[in-house]
């Protein structure tokens, strides 16, 4: 079920498996980006989450300050209940670095990569 979207990013819940989807859309601001990733974080500790799907396949560069910042809300996810986080890598090899600038200051919880939304989900609803 939708819970929230900007031109950015749409935010699905499925509360019965207590997982948040994140499906990023294309290339937007840090303003947008930062916003995106604080609606999560409010979302995913007011509906009392545990998983975190982040589906990037469509997404775009993100610059680094930004992921540092997601980084920071990162840990206020841990706090607040994140069991696993699984993301689903795009083609585009510059995405791909923005992820990987995220995933390697994370580290708080298990982190799993995807090519397909599918096998990620049927992943993170192993770990809960």
């Known amino acids: 079920m939708k819970v929230w979207e900007s031109s950015m990013l749409r935010i699905d819940l499925d509360e019965n498996a207590k997982l ?5 859309k294309g290339f937007g601001s840090s303003q947008l980006f930062r916003e995106g990733i604080e609606k999560t974080l409010q979302i995913f500790v007011q509906k009392k989450c545990a998983l ?36 689903v890598l795009p083609a585009n090899a510059f995405v791909k670095v923005s992820v990987n600038n995220f995933t390697k200051g994370a580290g708080l919880y298990p982190i799993q990569y995807f090519d397909d939304a599918i096998k990620a989900r049927e992943w993170l609803l192993s770990q809960n």
């Open 20 to 24: 948040l989807t994140q499906t990023w």
């Open 52 to 87: 975190l799907l982040a589906d990037s396949s469509a997404g775009a560069v993100v610059k680094k300050e930004d992921t540092d910042y997601a980084v920071q809300i990162a840990a206020e996810l841990a706090r607040g209940g994140l069991k696993a986080q699984a993301f």
